[in-house]
């Protein structure tokens, strides 16, 4: 039948045609369209085009009104040609060709159907560079939109690849695509081919993405499912192995609960670690929060909630232990020994939060390490130096990755005891960092009121401290947050004198190196004034960790001659100060000159171990280290006294200074600048309270010019420089006030300060001298630099008491009440000049009276 059908439309089309209304689509030219039609009039034109050529004009109405009125018709339509029809119980069913457009001049009823007559509308294509490229990208396009969606028919790709025409191509795609009718028609009513083409295009790109979301949506869902399957699966295998294990499935919480229960969890913590067990039973194995609570759970297991040492109350017990590991300390010693008789006593006495503060290496450390001892505790010690976060002594929240317990809770952990001794070394260092202070941390920790119930962040359940005995360290008081300080009780530890650290040495040192080193007690001996010769010569220190180590030294080259080693290189450098380099050459030669020297009969002895002997036959039973072995053992001298040296020209003067290593002494120089005006230099380092006092000082020099023997103009014409070396520590304090006024006196006379002679005093403007602190360390620095007089407030006169008989015996002290009297001790009268000055004190023995 098809054959009989025209051909080419412009030719064939008739003037007036049988109208088709269509509600929601568009039959494009040059496309195949199935309809369904079931309104009466629409029936009856289908009937009537049947009977003549077939052909029926294709109308889109606005609308759903049946039948449509002429104004919901549109103009621009497409004349089809019925291909094949069938009956259904809904109507009919036809399937219709479009083969081209027409314009609709007007529309008529007839014998119950609307007729219409038209003119053609032709469209017109034309070849285009642009056209050509819209249609590449169409068919590409094309291309991937068949790839990517399923169930579409073999032959559809063949087909569509041999349509040529743009236009056809077009309406070819756009009648598959899900186009609303609306935008059809106006593709049909387009007369530009581009336009079309390019609506087309964006229609059938938008269709391409979303067959891609779809695809990717879809392979996800199947990705997720593989995934739980083989989830499934390999928990299924698991549960398989521990069957044949013999395990059962819960063994790990059950294991949990076990040791919850052997833990003996305080009722406040058992419930809490209950409820995380269960979370964590209803929890796969590989979710991350199963590590972190499994983590938690092993935290505050370990943690020692009611494993408790029990404490030795023997005092006298006690007492013999504390001896046996320190040399006096009398005040501390005695002060445990009271708490425990006390505890004795009476049950439940909350312990002494006690301070150690002193300079480094008197003991500190060790004392807490005795007292745990002596009180039969677990002993930690935790340093607080550089902590600047609140969260390191509480710990972090759980909800941060990696959180940890504070190290409080840590070090309890470590000491497996509820009640050790926990020392906070270094609370001076405590830094106030920007993320809360930890001072305030530590406020709660050693405060006896709530340290019962301690909060770490971490373990969230409240632990108790009150067990513990706190015991802090510090260089010095100053940095020491007042509300802590308020808390302490402080045991001040001070500076040994000579005397005290040979006994330290001899009593405890050398025994605890001996035994480190593995040698017999008593098989070697550091004579006294070995002992001494090293404390003078070779540490310059107010405790005595440097000598221990020194000791270290000696008795490790002991033990290494003993064991047939040869002596490190440094020992090569005996007395004459050479170091040798122990090339082969030199070891080679060395052992000739010695085998010859035996030969010889030229028996070295004793032999020193300075000088290599690999003889083991000819080692001594008892080794003895007298003064002159010493370099032998520590190489050359380190400490040399400087004082003399550094007080060889006018304008310096020694003072002394209290630091946080104990006391030191120091150099205040003054030079005159010429061609000044009297201004004042400062350099070193000095805080604010130093360069006051030093312009106090210079004040009241220039007040007092005449009475000093000082030129009159001469301030007024030099500019005064005032230095303080030392390289960069930084300096403070007012007690340096009379040594910058005695060398600025020194520089402006050109008199030299007496070299053995040291000094320490606030200077006030009318050169009053007022008393400062730290005498007892001032006195035994002064002491280890070799000097011989110290100068110091009269008001300080009674701290003179509290010094070592030892440093009373050794040095004069001169007690001084104003700037004068400084003067008068520390420099001889002007040579020239109205005499002012001069020895005329002779200062006050140490032993002279107990007035001191
Ligand atoms: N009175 C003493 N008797 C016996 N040994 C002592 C005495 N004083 C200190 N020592 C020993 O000196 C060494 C250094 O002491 P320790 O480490 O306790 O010093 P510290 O005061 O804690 O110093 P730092 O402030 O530097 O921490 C230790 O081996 C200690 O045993
Ligand atoms: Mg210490």
Known sequence: ?????????????????????????????????????????????????????????????????????????????????????????????????????????????????????????????????????????????????????????????????????????????????????????????????????????????????????????????????????????????????????????????????????????PDHVAPTIGREIDRLERMPPASPDYQMIRTYIDWVLDVPWSVTTEDRLDPVEARRVLDEDHYDLEKVKERIVEYLAVRKLKGDLKGPILCFVGPPGVGKTSLGQSIARAMNRKFVRMSLGGVRDEAEIRGHRRTYIGSLPGRIIQALRTAGSANPVLMLDEIDKVAVGFQGDPAAALLEVLDPAQNNSFRDHYLEVPFDLSRVLFITTANQLGPVHPALLDRMEVIPLGGYT??????????????????????????????????????????????????????????????????????????????????????????????????????????????APGQADTSSTSLPERWTVDRDEVPRYLGPPRIRSETAFRTSRPGVATGVAWTDAGGDVLFVEATLLPGGKGDLVLTGQLGDVMQESARAALSHVRASVAMLGIAENLLRTHDIHVHVPAGATPKDGPSAGVTMATAMVSAATNITVRDDVAMTGEITLSGLVLPIGGIREKALAAKRHGIKTVILPELNRQDLDELPAEARDEMTFVPVATFEDVLKAAMPAPSKGSGVRGQGSAGVKGQQGSDM
Do not use: W
Not at 117 to 129: D, F
């Open 498 to 607: 000579e005397g005290e650290k040979v006994h330290i040495a001899r009593r405890y040192l050398i025994p605890r190196q001996l035994q480190e080193h593995g040698l017999h007690e008593g098989s070697v001996e550091i004579t006294e004034p070995a002992l001494r010769r090293i404390i003078a010569e070779y540490t310059r220190e107010a405790g005595v960790r440097n000598l221990e180590r020194q000791i270290g030294t000696i008795a490790r080259k002991i033990a290494a001659r003993i064991a047939g080693v040869r002596p490190p290189v440094e020992e090569a450098a005996t007395d004459g100060g050479t170091t040798s380099s122990h090339t082969p050459l030199s070891m080679v030669t060395e052992a000739r000159e010695r085998i010859e020297a035996r030969v010889a009969g030229e028996t070295a002895q004793p032999p």
């Open 1 to 265: 039948m098809s054959d009989t059908l025209p051909q080419s439309p412009d030719q064939a089309l008739p003037a007036e045609l049988a109208v088709l209304p269509l509600r929601n689509t568009v039959v494009l030219p040059l496309t195949i369209q199935p309809l369904a039609v079931n309104r009466p009039q629409s029936t009856e034109a289908v009937n009537r085009a049947l009977t003549a050529d077939r052909m029926i004009l294709l109308v889109l109405q606005r609308g759903d009104d049946d039948p449509p009125t002429e104004a919901d018709l549109r103009r621009v339509a497409t004349v089809g040609v019925i291909r094949q029809m069938a009956k259904g119980q809904a109507g009919l069913q036809v399937l219709v060709e479009g083969l081209a457009r027409v314009q609709v001049t007007a529309f008529a009823q007839a014998d119950g159907h609307l007729r219409a007559s038209i003119t053609p509308a032709p469209e017109p294509t034309y070849p285009s560079l642009e056209i050509e490229a819209y249609i590449r990208q169409l068919r590409e396009l094309t291309d991937r939109a068949l790839s990517l969606a399923t169930g579409i028919p073999s032959d559809l790709r063949p087909l569509l690849a041999s349509i040529d025409d743009p236009l056809r191509l077009c309406y070819v795609l756009a009648s598959m695509l899900d186009m609303k009718a609306e935008d059809k028609q106006l593709l049909l009513e387009e007369d530009d081919l581009l336009v079309k083409v390019r609506a087309v295009t964006q229609s059938l790109n938008r269709e391409v993405e979303l067959l891609a979301l779809k695809g990717k949506i879809e392979s996800e869902a199947q990705q997720e499912m593989s995934d739980q399957q083989r989830q499934y699966y390999l928990r299924q295998q698991l549960k398989k192995i521990r069957e044949e294990l013999g395990e059962t499935e819960g063994e790990e919480t059950q294991e949990l609960r076990r040791r919850i229960d052997e833990a003996k969890l």
